[in-house]
Antibody, heavy 116, light 108 residues
Framework: EVQLLESGGVLVQPGGSLRLSCAAS????????MTWVRQAPGKGLEWVST????????HYADSVKGRFTISRDNPKNTLYLQMNSLRAGDTAVYYC?????????WGQGTLVTVSS | EIVLTQSPATLSLSPGERATLSCRAS??????LAWYQQKSGQAPRLLIY???NRATGIPARFSGSGSGTDFTLTISSLEPEDYAVYYC??????????FGQGTRVEIK
């Protein structure tokens, strides 16, 4: 059974940093690109970042470019999102996801709140 | 950047009625379009991929159609569990995927 379990979401002050983790199981982790998607309270889904299966290629939405860094540890089956210079607008539930045609799985999400 | 525009924003229908949701892309995405359902407090669930292919376990009352820039998700007869928010997502420009803003299907 495929499982994605996010962790690390907390209340953080503006300008602060945070690292989210996503522990994956039930599939060959290193064979798939992994993605972070976020959802601000009461709003729609926003693609944040994607990393290739090998970790050699990374991509970011303009809204987070230069502040967030996606990475992965394939032996540990874990995806990360390092978030720096956080702003109130980054407040959201952050989901990790894997999708390739019909192979489509999301975690339950972790809430990041940026507030003083 | 490809922009997806969903309409209507809200659809008010009674159980048993047919729901027709639209998604329009700012440029062609071929058939690289997916539809998701999201209920409050839950992660999105894939309904349709490749514009018209139902995902595993999705009931036959859900169907997708379209190609290029215009797509439709149809729910042939609404069940109580279908009231939710629906998002389209394009997958044509790896990995700069974007989502539509969503259509809420509510009980009339």
């Amino acid at each position: 059974e495929v499982q994605l379990l996010e962790s690390g979401g907390v209340l953080v002050q503006p300008g602060g940093s945070l690292r989210l983790s996503c522990a994956a199981s039930g599939f060959t982790f290193g064979s798939y690109a992994m993605t972070w998607v976020r959802q601000a309270p009461g709003k729609g889904l926003e693609w944040v970042s994607t990393i290739s299966g090998s970790g050699g290629s990374t991509h970011y939405a303009d809204s987070v470019k230069g502040r967030f860094t996606i990475s992965r540890d394939n032996p540990k089956n874990t995806l990360y999102l390092q978030m720096n210079s956080l702003r109130a607008g980054d407040t959201a539930v952050y989901y990790c996801a894997v999708w390739s045609g019909p192979f489509d799985y999301w975690g339950q999400g972790t809430l990041v709140t940026v507030s003083s | 950047e490809i922009v997806l525009t969903q309409s209507p924003a809200t659809l008010s229908l009674s159980p048993g009625e047919r729901a027709t949701l639209s998604c329009r892309a700012s440029q062609s995405v071929s058939s690289y379009l997916a539809w998701y359902q999201q209920k409050s407090g839950q992660a999105p669930r894939l309904l349709i991929y490749g514009a018209s292919n139902r995902a595993t376990g999705i009931p036959a009352r859900f169907s997708g159609s379209g190609s290029g820039t215009d797509f439709t998700l149809t729910i042939s007869s609404l069940e109580p569990e279908d009231y939710a928010v629906y998002y389209c997502q394009h997958r044509s420009n790896w990995p700069l995927w974007t989502f539509g803003q969503g259509t809420r299907v509510e009980i009339k």
